[in-house]
């Protein structure tokens, strides 16, 4: 897997790894990445993405009724 080299400030790494509860500011970006990650791909599964949109509208021109 390829690596990523990030510049963070010092006090911006310190609160990441308190955030995170770890003592490496490697893990605690890593970790708080892959929780942001995860909690997307959970709020996608529930409300889905913009190619749902159509299945969720009526069709223009509204509901035939017969009667």
Do not use: C, W
């Not at 790494?13 to 990445?33: S, Y």
């Not at 509208?57 to 009667?67: A, C, H, I, K, N």
Request: proline letters at 3%.
């Amino acid at each position: 897997m390829a690596k990523v080299n990030v510049s963070l400030e010092a006090d911006f790494a310190i609160e990441l790894m308190l955030l995170a509860g770890t003592k490496n500011p490697q893990d605690a970006v890593e970790l708080i990445l892959r929780d942001y990650l995860a909690r997307s791909r959970r709020t996608e599964a529930r409300t889905g993405d913009a190619a749902d949109e159509a299945r969720l509208t009526e069709p223009r021109g509204g509901v035939v009724q017969e009667g």
